[in-house]
């Protein structure tokens, strides 16, 4: 093991993706008649479920960044901004492919389903960006820390404003990285947000992680603030609204998700980063090097990508609580045995993403 990595990335990586996994199994698959808003044992999915999104954001921000500005240190700067690029566009690929229908394209139906944005487009896009803050400014990180806070928080203080976006006037293919109308599961905006964030914590890494007492310090600070931005968000928002007038702050207020949900992020990622030590020769580790295969392992296997035949289409929303529970722990066993035993490492299919691309340019 090497002892200066932070191996609590990893394991957040693998929570997320597991979350991810039961979420998708238990919504697409267990009967809507079990789906009781109150009930204090779905509530408490639901609620793990809602935070899986952002914390897989937040930490992807993370990594990524992080190698990015230890790269200018080893000298490998401009090789890890072409890395970030292709992985964007290698990610963006992968998530028009899953939802491609073969059967259906060969009947001449061709639709705009498989236009829909789903999580890695949003990923990729997001990794693009971000590469192309970093080059903008000529690979400071101080100034890039700044950007990506910046950035972050605008886009949560934006919400309002973006939220029922009218994109009837762009092509759908456009149209779907910003609005849900045609489809799409997640949007570029607010999720960049949330990857943004998790590169300005990137920076914090980048510059104190090996000095004494900074785990210590992040992991209170990690507590802190993700109970201020819980509890006391909405407040101070409503608090620069009474003093500035301005009508954004308080809508914000009064439907604040999002940060909220960032909240929600921190004080999983002082957790893990607090039980640290537990991880470092785990299983858990290499789940979460392997969240690009077990996604779209899932992700055929439950939505039938390519052939149409999944466990969506074969099953439907049947099961009850029981069954969908079983199936959830039966279903995660399989997908990540197929991930970790059966299939390619992310690393080699970036390797070959990159090699396509260079011998296309």
Not at 49 to 55: C, D, K, M, N
Not at 116 to 140: A, E, F, M, P, W
Not at 166 to 177: E, H, K
Not at 218 to 229: E, S
Request: proline fraction near 2%.
């Amino acid at each position: 093991m090497n002892p200066k990595r932070i191996f609590f990335i990893d394991a957040v990586r693998a929570f997320a993706i597991l979350m991810m996994l039961q979420g998708h199994f238990i919504s697409t698959l267990l009967a809507p008649e079990f789906h009781v808003q109150g009930n204090f044992f779905y509530e408490i999915w639901n609620y793990f479920r809602g935070i899986t999104a952002p914390t897989f954001f937040t930490i992807s921000g993370l990594i990524f960044s992080f190698l990015l500005l230890k790269s200018k240190k080893q000298g490998i700067a401009n090789e890890r901004i072409k890395k970030g690029f292709y992985r964007g566009l290698l990610l963006i690929g992968i998530g028009y492919s899953l939802r491609i229908s073969l059967f259906t394209w060969l009947d001449g139906r061709l639709g705009t389903n498989f236009l829909r944005v789903d999580v890695l487009q949003c990923i990729g896009l997001s990794l693009i960006i971000t590469v192309g803050c970093y080059y903008l400014v000529l690979k400071n990180s101080l100034v890039f820390s700044l950007i990506q806070f910046i950035l972050g928080v605008s886009i949560f203080l934006l919400e309002p404003y973006y939220r029922e976006l009218d994109t009837s006037q762009l092509p759908v293919f456009i149209a779907n990285y910003l609005s849900k109308n045609n489809g799409s599961i997640f949007t570029i905006l607010p999720w960049l947000g949330y990857m943004s964030i998790g590169s300005f914590i990137a920076s914090i890494f980048y510059k104190y992680h090996l000095k004494e007492k900074f785990k210590s310090l992040l992991i209170i600070g990690f507590f802190v603030v993700g109970i201020l931005l819980i509890y006391h968000s909405s407040w101070f928002l409503m608090i620069l609204y009474r003093t500035t007038d301005i009508e954004l702050f308080k809508s914000v207020a009064y439907y604040n998700y999002l940060i909220t949900r960032l909240g929600n992020v921190f004080i999983l990622f002082g957790t893990f980063y607090a039980l640290e030590r537990f991880f470092k020769d785990s299983k858990l580790l290499i789940i979460g090097q392997k969240t690009l295969s077990i996604y779209v392992i899932h992700f055929i296997i439950i939505y039938g990508s390519f052939t149409g035949f999944g466990l969506h289409q074969l099953i439907g929303k049947t099961l009850n609580p029981y069954t969908a529970i079983i199936g959830a722990f039966t279903f995660i066993l399989i997908v990540c045995a197929l991930a970790l035993y059966g299939a390619r490492t992310n690393k080699f299919l970036y390797s070959k993403a990159r090699e396509y691309f260079k011998t296309k340019s």
